[in-house]
């Protein structure tokens, strides 16, 4: 099982464990789900907990998945626009989350 088709790390054999375990017990994922361990500008980005970009593309230009992701859609907007932005997108969240 791989957590991403893209990202060919075995995170686990489905047939012999349950999903739930491997969810659990992977350090991959375990690392992959935690986004304060990501590096570079994804492990700086406002956006790591939204976006935390695509772990496929760093593995591959870096070697490791927590790499900051070279195709980074965020890239070159300032930290501050997208500090603000975030904000927004979560305030928006938090009125939909509790809509009727």
């Not at 054999?13 to 969810?23: A, Y």
């Not at 935690?34 to 593309?57: F, I, N, Q, S």
Request: charged share 30%; glycine share 10%; net charge positive.
């Amino acid at each position: 099982m791989l957590p991403c088709r893209r990202l060919d790390l075995a995170i686990g054999r489905l047939g012999e464990q349950r999903l739930e375990t491997i969810w659990r017990e992977s350090e991959l994922l375990a690392a992959l789900r935690d986004r304060d361990r990501l590096r570079g500008r994804c492990g700086r980005c406002p956006y790591r907990w939204v976006c935390g970009g695509c772990r496929a593309l760093a593995r591959a230009r870096a070697g490791d998945p927590l790499a900051e992701d070279p195709g980074c859609p965020w890239r070159g907007l300032s930290l501050a626009r997208l500090a603000r932005g975030a904000r927004r997108s979560l305030a928006q969240l938090r009125t939909w989350s509790h809509a009727p």
